[in-house]
């Protein structure tokens, strides 16, 4: 019995059709190894570039009307664990019925205890602290060219001095610097155990 063999010429349309089919197993076996990523994991992804952004150079503002003790130790661990640079601020508003340097004992000394406490807190966080004391006419506008010059990522502010007596935590200098910033905001309202934030026992 003879048996005739068959030869197989291949073709160029059977090459590309094998090529095609031999791209896709590929391309399906990809995808099984690298799924895409889902929507909380790019939520997650975007939150931690946004924060890296966010955090390069904090201000914190204190003033007569501002008070921001309570978001110091928060400020701290933000600026250690990012390692940024971290600057305290006390404006002084000069009421224009006065000289621009007008000598305004009683807000420098509230200057002075703001800014001391600001101190203590850096250090018991580890962190290092630029502190500066500034006169102007305008609260909001000091903090705004202080921003400026600093290159700030974000400006911290806690809440309206007398809030808790009034029910109005947010001051007219809170609302205009937060509505005008050029940079990131973050207004930290005291609330009922706010003042834990920067009683923490250094360990």
């Not at 004391?133 to 921003?147: E, F, M």
């Not at 029910?167 to 834990?196: F, M, N, Q, W, Y």
Request: proline letters at 5%; a negative charge; one cysteine or more.
């Amino acid at each position: 019995m003879t048996t005739a063999l068959t030869a197989v010429h291949p073709t160029v349309a059977g090459a590309f059709i094998a090529l095609l089919i031999a791209l896709a197993i590929f391309s399906t076996l990809w995808w099984m190894l690298h799924p895409p990523a889902s929507f909380v994991q790019k939520l997650a992804k975007e939150a931690e570039s946004e924060l890296e952004r966010m955090v390069g150079s904090i201000i914190v503002v204190f003033s007569p009307d501002i008070l921001s003790t309570h978001m110091m130790a928060l400020a701290a661990k933000l600026a250690r664990g990012e390692r940024s640079e971290l600057l305290a601020v006390y404006i002084v508003e000069v009421p224009y019925t006065l000289p621009p340097d007008a000598e305004m004992p009683i807000e420098e000394r509230e200057a002075l205890d703001a800014l001391g406490a600001a101190e203590t807190i850096a250090t018991n966080n580890g962190v290092s602290l630029r502190t500066e004391t500034i006169k102007a006419r305008s609260t909001k506008q000091a903090v705004l060219d202080l921003a400026k010059r600093e290159k700030a990522n974000l400006i911290i502010l806690g809440s309206f001095r007398e809030g808790k007596y009034t029910g109005a935590p947010l001051g007219r200098s809170i609302e205009e610097i937060a509505a005008d910033a050029k940079c990131d905001v973050l207004i930290g309202v005291e609330g009922k155990h706010g003042t834990l934030l920067y009683e923490e026992p250094t360990p």
